[in-house]
């Protein structure tokens, strides 16, 4: 599942509606919605996105919040390191590779060593 899966899911629960409702509400078919929501898809539309949002009555400030989920939630992540330090490119194959691997620990961790290169004078 992606986070843009998550949040879709979530959304429809917390309306209390099914898949099938909210594809034929919003024009898809309720295939494409299922294989989205289990992170079988690419990022969505901006079209799509915006119907979404429409569908849920989202609030701007929270539509800013879904749309930057769903550009986070491609499940098919290409890594371009041309012209960097081979070093990069031997980090970015080795945790390809090794991904699948990593617990929600590790995960948090290297999150966090991200947002602290992003924000390096930030305190987390």
Known sequence: MTPFG???????RQKGVSQKQMAAAIGVSPA???ALEH???GAPSFEFLQRVA???NVIWDDADELFGIAAISDPKVVLDTSGLPAAH???ANRLAGRIRGL???TIRILEDVLEKARFPDKEL
């Open 6 to 12: 998550e949040a879709v899911h979530r959304l429809r």
């Open 32 to 34: 494409y919605l299922s």
């Open 39 to 41: 992170g079988k898809r």
């Open 54 to 56: 429409g569908y849920f």
């Open 89 to 91: 490119t031997a980090f």
């Open 103 to 105: 617990s929600g620990e």
